[in-house]
């Protein structure tokens, strides 16, 4: 982060949003001294972050977005930074809502995400937002729709027909990210904490971080904590590693560079009495499953807190309640928690805002929440959702009319460089490089 250009004339709602965002997170902690500081106003960070260039329709101009999504990020930095000044963090949150597409040249493709993997649906009472990411979502298609189809074209013939509650309820029975777009509530805060539910412990100068998690927001979140430093251990099933090893192999190392690997067998007693030998040495947890694997294993993330740990876990629409087992990646649960909602009343058109950018905010989110509750003495179970982050940063105030405009032609009019992209610290570690000699010391 880095003081405000005083020259620049900027419109309503600069910069110093972001300051205001870090103090409100802050405030439970006590006073931090923030004088001096802002980041970009939201439609320059949108723009030089390259989220001009991912939202909008292919064949349309770049749109900023109505709500202050690169505010949340920034907000988040300053606030990680307030917590560990010393740590190597980066110039500013904005980057990081952008960083994956322009290293794969992703571009803007209006109801179809950036990835390529969801497409915004119009329904017989509204639109939903449909993520076909795996081969096994295109086979549960004629579940969902009653008939075969074989393409999006077809999908979207079927779609049209039906309700979006009917398919909705469906899709989610056959566990299928589907989400409808939404208008939720803004929470209070971007993650939930139970009440400690065990004494705090005294902190070791470098914590543990058992990294569970998969994809973006989970690895994300630890290596931002490993950057403050911890140190990190990321864990894997041997039948199911992390699906990111599959993709892009130089933002695979971004996030995951730095990590110890430990890989096990999740179906075997050994295995899984190693896992929980782990997890037991842990100062902070995080994961990014369903809450019913792990129980099925016989860890209970309570259990964990009460001992003294904090527990991080990341879903698409949180941990409890009907919605706890649902699947959501960051388009769609995007699209529940308000972002296309807020483009269709801005510019009159339900859009894609960004790529799948649920997913890099919830990684500061949970980084910042991880960091706090460590400093706090642990003994917490933090909740962290992927729409309700949406929705938390709808709630920080929406733009629209001339206002709107003003955002639009800000951005557009600005010459200012893109941020940098961050480097990989080295390369990420072989699966399971780390097994034998970390489980060793335990």
Same mark, same amino acid.
């Given at each position: 982060?880095?003081?405000?250009?005083?020259?620049?004339?900027?419109?309503?709602?600069?910069?110093?949003?972001?300051?205001?965002?870090?103090?409100?997170? %802050?405030?439970?902690?006590?006073?931090?001294?923030?004088?001096?500081?802002?980041?970009?106003?939201?439609?320059?960070?949108?723009?030089?972050?390259?989220?001009?260039?991912?939202?909008?329709?292919?064949?349309?101009?770049?749109?900023?977005?109505?709500?202050? %999504?690169? /505010?949340?990020?920034?907000?988040?930095?300053?606030?990680?930074?307030?917590?560990?000044?010393? @740590?190597?963090?980066?110039?500013?949150?904005? @980057?990081?809502?952008?960083?994956?597409?322009?290293?794969?040249?992703?571009?803007?493709?209006?109801?179809?995400?950036?990835?390529?993997?969801?497409?915004?649906?119009?329904?017989?009472?509204?639109?939903?937002?449909?993520?076909?990411?795996?081969? +096994?979502?295109?086979?549960?298609?004629?579940?969902?729709?009653?008939?075969?189809?074989?393409?999006?074209? +077809?999908?979207?013939?079927?779609?049209?027909?039906?309700?979006?509650?009917?398919?909705?309820?469906?899709?989610?029975?056959?566990?299928?990210?589907?989400?409808?777009?939404?208008?939720?509530?803004?929470?209070?805060?971007?993650?939930?904490?139970?009440?400690?539910?065990?004494?705090?412990?005294?902190?070791?100068?470098?914590?543990?971080?058992?990294?569970?998690?998969?994809?973006? *927001?989970?690895?994300?979140?630890?290596?931002?904590?490993?950057?403050?430093?911890?140190?990190?251990?990321?864990?894997?099933?041997?039948?199911?590693?992390?699906?990111?090893?599959?993709?892009?192999?130089?933002?695979?190392?971004?996030?995951?560079?730095?990590?110890?690997?430990?890989?096990?067998?999740?179906?075997?007693? +050994?295995?899984?009495?190693?896992?929980?030998?782990?997890?037991?040495?842990?100062?902070?947890?995080?994961?990014?499953?369903?809450?019913?694997?792990? +129980?099925?294993?016989?860890?209970?993330?309570?259990?964990? @807190?009460?001992?003294?740990?904090?527990?991080?876990?990341?879903?698409?629409?949180?941990?409890?309640?009907?919605? *706890?087992?649902?699947?959501?990646?960051?388009?769609?649960?995007?699209?529940?928690?308000?972002?296309?909602?807020?483009?269709?009343?801005?510019?009159?058109?339900? %859009?894609?805002?960004?790529?799948?950018?649920?997913?890099?905010?919830?990684?500061?989110?949970?980084?910042?929440?991880?960091? *706090?509750?460590?400093?706090?003495?642990?003994?917490?179970?933090?909740?962290?959702?992927?729409?309700?982050?949406?929705?938390?940063?709808?709630?920080?105030?929406?733009?629209?009319?001339?206002?709107?405009?003003?955002?639009?032609?800000?951005?557009?009019?600005?010459?200012?460089?893109?941020? /940098?992209?961050?480097?990989?610290?080295?390369?990420?570690?072989?699966?399971?490089?780390?097994?034998?000699?970390?489980?060793?010391?335990?």
């Amino acid at each position: 982060m880095r003081a405000a250009e005083p020259s620049l004339a900027l419109p309503r709602n600069d910069g110093s949003l972001a300051v205001s965002v870090a103090r409100r997170l %802050l405030e439970p902690l006590g006073p931090v001294d923030l004088s001096g500081w802002q980041a970009d106003h939201p439609a320059l960070a949108w723009r030089r972050s390259g989220l001009l260039e991912l939202t909008g329709r292919a064949d349309g101009p770049g749109l900023v977005a109505p709500i202050p %999504l690169t /505010s949340l990020a920034d907000g988040l930095v300053l606030a990680l930074g307030a917590l560990a000044p010393d @740590a190597d963090l980066p110039s500013n949150g904005a @980057a990081l809502l952008g960083e994956r597409a322009r290293r794969l040249g992703l571009r803007r493709r209006g109801q179809v995400s950036a990835n390529g993997s969801a497409r915004l649906l119009k329904t017989l009472d509204g639109h939903l937002a449909l993520n076909l990411a795996r081969k +096994e979502d295109w086979d549960s298609l004629p579940a969902l729709l009653g008939v075969v189809a074989s393409d999006w074209c +077809e999908v979207a013939v079927q779609v049209a027909q039906r309700t979006t509650e009917s398919l909705v309820a469906q899709g989610r029975i056959l566990g299928m990210a589907i989400a409808p777009e939404g208008r939720p509530p803004s929470p209070a805060c971007p993650f939930s904490v139970q009440p400690p539910l065990g004494a705090a412990t005294t902190r070791p100068r470098r914590p543990l971080v058992v990294d569970l998690s998969a994809l973006w *927001a989970g690895p994300l979140a630890a290596s931002l904590l490993g950057a403050m430093g911890a140190r990190v251990v990321k864990v894997e099933s041997l039948s199911r590693p992390d699906g990111a090893r599959g993709g892009d192999p130089r933002f695979y190392d971004l996030l995951n560079a730095g990590k110890a690997s430990v890989a096990l067998d999740f179906k075997d007693p +050994e295995g899984v009495r190693r896992l929980r030998a782990l997890i037991d040495a842990a100062d902070i947890v995080i994961e990014s499953t369903r809450p019913r694997a792990l +129980e099925q294993l016989g860890i209970d993330a309570g259990s964990v @807190a009460r001992r003294g740990a904090t527990w991080v876990s990341i879903t698409a629409y949180g941990r409890t309640g009907a919605t *706890a087992n649902l699947i959501g990646f960051g388009d769609d649960a995007a699209v529940a928690g308000g972002a296309s909602a807020a483009m269709r009343r801005g510019w009159g058109e339900s %859009l894609f805002v960004g790529d799948a950018i649920a997913d890099p905010l919830t990684g500061l989110v949970a980084a910042f929440a991880a960091w *706090a509750s460590w400093l706090g003495g642990g003994a917490r179970l933090v909740d962290i959702a992927l729409a309700d982050v949406i929705a938390y940063a709808s709630g920080l105030g929406e733009v629209s009319g001339s206002e709107l405009s003003a955002w639009q032609a800000f951005a557009e009019a600005d010459e200012g460089p893109l941020y /940098s992209l961050r480097q990989p610290l080295g390369i990420a570690s072989p699966l399971g490089a780390d097994t034998v000699s970390l489980l060793s010391e335990l």
